[in-house]
């Protein structure tokens, strides 16, 4: 607020950004239509797009057809086979590696399960630094990687992709980032971001949150994460830390949580508190387990309805004093919670519609991902995209492209 | 963050309200000063500086000792006796009115008790049209007015001030902004705010938490409203209800709260609640009555230490609640819950280090207002200067001086 104008020199590097982030996010598009989008004129958007060609972030072709007259625009194509990615999915039950190219496209994609347990640093970096050996050995030699993200289930610090807490993971203080970058030893820098806060980039990037500047991303994965775009930003706070509102409490002296508290959120919506109401804990866990009850209660199971009613409530409550504190445009249910939402949506709708003040909830939408059981992985993608896209050519310069 | 870079004019527009913003919030700043924290040329804040004075905004003097040798750099200072804004403050017990100088000196002030119950249009804008009056009478002829702000205790809707809700002011759908402006028929604008809001505005800008970029306000006045700072930016939401924190639901089944829902943080710490813990209620009302209770409290009068135990325990869950939602740098207790507070600090700080992961609370610091119970006047103040900060010489331009 208390700068000055930018340089020459600045603008041109932001414009350059600005151009890439349209293609990489918009897809194809014509030069006319990014001279519109962007108020440039036409040489400023060639000269622009001259300099992502030489870089080869972008090529320029004609487009298929147009139906018009005349000389037709040239289209500006992400290089989508040439620049990539690399971004990891660290869940509770389930790790995924994928090659991401420019524009979003999962060119490579590899899982494995996780058994649940603490997490132990060296498994989980040689499981992921061995997923990358195998993409990579398939990556042709002209590609360059522009960097690495990582989403996982926790509490991470900005900065340097330290985990400070993970109550489902067992894990504090593990310096993810760190140890991950040096097992790859890529020369990339390794961004390391919490699954829901990734979640809520990716579906307002590429899903359902298009064109949101206020949205709550709610993620289940055993327990409960939230990620929040308040006015067009990621919610982050002092250190990144924002947005846990898995463990916010919603019902005080409920059930234990794993974080020391009582009745948080997660304490009384994520899987145990679902399987052990339904009487199935300990039998099954996981996506599956949770799917079941959905499952049982569609079928008819009266144990499985209350279940699920039961937990819906409490979502719903949860929701509602999120709805009350962000006057957001769209709630997302992903990960374990789509199950849930998708089985308890009456509860969670009931629970909004009573709780809170009609103005705070006039053109609310409750939705669920786009980008199903990916939308972390995209985010991880996004988050590695992020320097390209900020300054293309200085990043180009320092990963040695 | 698709737009292309601004022109020449419109740096310079921008560049005048910075440097009028940094005279506004920094007081009498001297060009060199000027010049380091703008990162711009001596030329350039000299002639921004001399279109500032020639509008009047601002006037250039010796300083009064530099102590240096040499030339002495000139000192710009706001013309805070020419410039001025009205700023109202709507409580349930009071109303303020305030002619407030370029700079944030209150000038004059007039105060009212409000005798609670529904709020009648009529009666308040007569009251408030009636101190504006007083006021202007007193002004030379030479000032100018370049803005109302008002600070009201409930929802307001961003654009037009039109209230939306107000539960302890039986306020539904009052065309609050509207009114006043055709009462008062200045010709300038009249922009209403929500009280904490627009305290979470003050404190940054003037009072405890001037630098954070991450804060939360809570305001109690009867009921208990929400004002944060996330990234530096005011929450609003879709249609500027954010912040609505008075009505999370900490006590699912607990005390029935005015909105219509049980066990929000207003009906559990609310001045009701405590009265009524303190077997007070009906006796007396408002802050007097909630300062006695913390007065009989400090006499070591058991029930009264009892009833602010159970209030600040309530209250600790819904601020450990949002210091995990926003991991914020600071929360400020204004209003009521100023005395709550400082009665039950014991409470309130145990509760947010049992229930927050460390992580999210480090740094934390829990604060009071410095701006006392003006905070949200100068909040009202602050919004009613918005404008000209944003854009001096149009707003200038705008109101006909």
Known sequence: M????????????????????????????????????????????MALTADLTAAGLVREELPRETGRAGRPSLVVRPESARVYVLAFDIGVDRLVAARVGLGGVILDRREAIR?????????????????ARQILKKTR????????????????????????????????DT?????????????????????ANLGALAEQARGVGVGCRDLIYLHGDVGI????IAGGQLLGGRDGYGGEVGHMVVNSGGRPCGCGARGCLEAEVGERALLEAAGRFGRQVGRDAVRAVVDAADRGDVVAQDALARVGDWLGLGVANLVKIFN???????????????GAAAQVRSRVATDVMPASREGLRLRTPVLGDDT???????????????????????VGA
């Open 175 to 195: 310096p993810l980032g760190e140890a991950l970058a040096e097992r790859l030893a890529l020369g990339v820098p390794v961004a390391v971001g919490n699954d």
């Open 225 to 228: 994460g939230g990620g929040i």
């Open 2 to 45: 208390m700068r000055a104008g930018p340089s020459q020199e600045e603008i041109r590097r932001h414009n350059l950004g600005v151009l890439l982030r349209h293609v990489h996010l918009g897809g194809p598009t014509s030069r006319a239509e990014l001279t519109t989008r962007m108020g440039l004129n036409r040489s400023t958007i």
């Open 141 to 172: 030699s002209d590609t360059i990687c522009v960097g690495v993200g990582v989403s996982f289930s926790g509490g991470v610090r900005s900065g340097d992709g330290m985990v400070r807490y993970a109550p489902n993971m067992g894990a504090d």
């Open 115 to 131: 058994r649940r347990g603490p997490l132990v640093l060296d498994e989980v970096t040689a499981q992921l630094g061995s997923f």
């Open 376 to 398: 972390t992985l995209v985010g991880a993608a996004e988050l590695a995209f992020a320097q390209v896209l900020a300054d293309p050519l200085d990043t180009l310069a320092r």
């Open 328 to 342: 957001p445009e769209m709630v997302i249910f992903g990960g374990m919670l789509r199950e849930i939402y998708l």
